[in-house]
């Protein structure tokens, strides 16, 4: 009998402390899991940003363009008019981009001309080139 009972606080002692184990365990793989996602939330937040500065990218050429088409020359001045191409483009509040700015290069020989607007996304590191967006505008002969 006193075997018997030797032999079962032997395996209680070579078990305790085990559960206490396992939690720190599940603890640590539960943490982990909620800081990849945290990094994945953070990761997904940035890229909406930026497709919401090309969307607005987008937008700003496409009202250049349709300039473009509407006065049938692709001679355009992105800093003249009220308010200029730039101005436009680099003021976030009225739907601009966050330093943006516009450059058209224009043939008219050809009648066409490349639309370049780049961005800087405030959260970019200062190493990293900016943002870009080109588009190319070919008008019909006149």
Do not use: K
């Amino acid at each position: 009998m006193t075997h018997q009972r030797l032999s079962r606080s032997v395996a209680r002692a070579s078990q305790s402390g085990v559960a206490l184990i396992e939690v720190l365990v599940s603890v640590l793989l539960f943490s982990l899991g909620i800081l990849g996602l945290i990094g994945l939330q953070t990761r997904a937040i940035g890229l909406s940003l930026d497709a919401e500065d090309r969307n607005r990218a987008a937008l700003i050429a496409n009202d250049i363009a349709a300039t473009m088409w509407t006065t049938r020359t692709v001679a355009i001045d992105p800093d003249v008019g009220e308010p200029s191409w730039n101005d436009r483009a680099s003021n976030p509040q009225a739907g601009g981009l966050p330093g943006g700015t516009v450059q058209i290069t224009s043939d008219v020989a050809a009648n066409t001309a490349d639309i370049l607007i780049t961005w800087r996304p405030p959260q970019r590191p200062v190493g990293q080139q900016d943002s870009r967006l080109t588009t190319r505008v070919a008008l019909p002969p006149p």
